[in-house]
């Protein structure tokens, strides 16, 4: 673990928060633009990555395990929002034949 946090400390914080930075931009883009509910869902977990990258980098500059904590339930509540969120696009895809989102207006009751 010591050598993982001199390795994540030998960069500099700005690099951190830059990339972490213009991957949540490229997740907040994909779901913004695209109308495939795949592609949104891998969106959402590009931006919860993004934040777990910046709470790492954090965790490991400021030299406690409290961000490693909040990584590790981010990365739960990812796993369960994929797995709703597969259900819910494997039904979508058995009354329609197609994941695209705007076919979701249709089915209203």
């Known amino acids: 673990m010591g050598e993982v946090n001199t390795f ?4 500099p914080l700005e690099y951190f928060i ?3 930075s213009v991957l949540f931009s490229l997740g907040v883009l994909g779901v913004l633009i695209r109308k495939n509910a795949i592609i949104i869902l891998g969106c ?3 931006m919860l ?3 777990n990258l910046l709470l790492a980098a954090f965790s490991s500059y400021k030299g406690d395990g409290n961000g490693q904590i909040l ?4 990365m739960v509540v990812a796993a ?3 797995a709703v969120g597969l259900a819910i696009i494997a039904m979508l895809y058995r009354n329609t034949k197609s994941v695209d989102i705007s076919i979701f207006n249709k089915l209203r009751g």
């Open 71 to 74: 990584v590790f339930f981010i």
């Open 80 to 82: 369960a929002e994929v």
């Open 18 to 20: 830059i990339l972490s």
């Open 49 to 51: 990555n993004s934040v």
């Open 8 to 11: 994540i400390q030998a960069v």
């Open 44 to 46: 959402v977990e590009l």
